[in-house]
C-alpha cells in the first residue's frame, strides 16, 4: 500500500526553526517527485514546495523561498522540509504529497508558530 | 501562475439531488493534470478525481469529471448525507507552479 507519514510538527515561536519528515513505504520513492502542501486553520490548500526525484531540482512558492529548504533522501525513503525564520502566518497543517502521475498525500502534521 | 476560480463558493442542495461544481482556469490547463479532492473536517483531503475524468480507487461511480482546456467540472449524481463538505480542484501540470481553487462548500438546504 502506498503511504507517506509526516512528523516533526509542533509549537515553535517565530523565529524559530522547526524540521518536518515525510517517510514514503509501498512504493518507489526514488522515483517519484515530492512536495510540501499546507493549510492554514479555516483556510484552502497552499502549494509550499516541490522536488525533483534526484533531489537536484526545487521550487518554492514565493510565500517560503528563502526560508524553507527542501530535501530528500531516497536511500532512507524520505522527504524533509526545513523551515527557518518561521513567522506566524506558516501555522498550518504541512502535507507530504506526490501528484504524478497520479496524486497521493498523507494526513499531514501540525505546525503552530505562537509566542 | 495559472489561477483556478471554483464557483459557486457555497452550493445549496438536498440529499438525491445532482451537484454540478465548476472550476475555471486562467490559463489551458492540460487534463492529464487536473484533480478534484473531497476535504471533511480535520481529515486531509481525498483524491476523487485526476486527469480531470479518471475516478480514484475506491471512489463511487455517482462522482464524475469532465472538461478541458480551462473549463472543468465535477459533478454528483445523487447527492447522499456524506457528500455535503468541500471540495478543491487543482491543477499540477507545471512542478514549479502548482495551484488549488479557493473551494466549493456543499451545504444542505
Known amino acids: 500500500e502506498v503511504q507517506v507519514v509526516e512528523s516533526g510538527g509542533g509549537l515553535v515561536q517565530p523565529g524559530g526553526s522547526l524540521r518536518l519528515s515525510c517517510a514514503a513505504s509501498g512504493f518507489i520513492f526514488s522515483s517519484y517527485e515530492m512536495n510540501w502542501v499546507r493549510q492554514a486553520p479555516g483556510k484552502g490548500l497552499e502549494w509550499v514546495s516541490y522536488?525533483?526525484?534526484?533531489?537536484?531540482?526545487?521550487y518554492y512558492a514565493d510565500s517560503v523561498k528563502g526560508r524553507f529548504i527542501i530535501s530528500r533522501d531516497n536511500a532512507k525513503n524520505s522527504l524533509y522540509l526545513q523551515m527557518n525564520s518561521l513567522r506566524t502566518e506558516d501555522t498550518a497543517v504541512y502535507y507530504c504529497?506526490?501528484?504524478?502521475?497520479?496524486?497521493?498525500w498523507g494526513k499531514g502534521t501540525t505546525v503552530t508558530v505562537s509566542s | 501562475e495559472i489561477v483556478l476560480t471554483q464557483s459557486p463558493g457555497t452550493l445549496s442542495l438536498s440529499p438525491g439531488e445532482r451537484a454540478t461544481l465548476s472550476c475555471r482556469a486562467s490559463?489551458?490547463?492540460?487534463?492529464?493534470?487536473l484533480a478534484w479532492y473531497q476535504q471533511k473536517p480535520g481529515q486531509a483531503p481525498r483524491l476523487l478525481i485526476y486527469?480531470?475524468?479518471s475516478r480514484a480507487i475506491g471512489i463511487p461511480d455517482r462522482f464524475s469529471g469532465s472538461g478541458s482546456g480551462t473549463d472543468f467540472t465535477l459533478t454528483i449524481s445523487r447527492l447522499e448525507p456524506e457528500d455535503f463538505v468541500l471540495y478543491y480542484c487543482?491543477?499540477?501540470?507545471?512542478?514549479?507552479?502548482?495551484?488549488f481553487g479557493q473551494g466549493t462548500r456543499l451545504e444542505i438546504k
Open positions: 522536488i525533483s526525484r534526484s533531489g537536484s531540482t526545487t
Open positions: 490559463q489551458s490547463v492540460s487534463s492529464t493534470y
Open positions: 504529497a506526490s501528484f504524478k502521475p497520479r496524486p497521493f
Open positions: 487543482q491543477q499540477y501540470g507545471s512542478s514549479f507552479r502548482i495551484t
Open positions: 486527469g480531470a475524468s
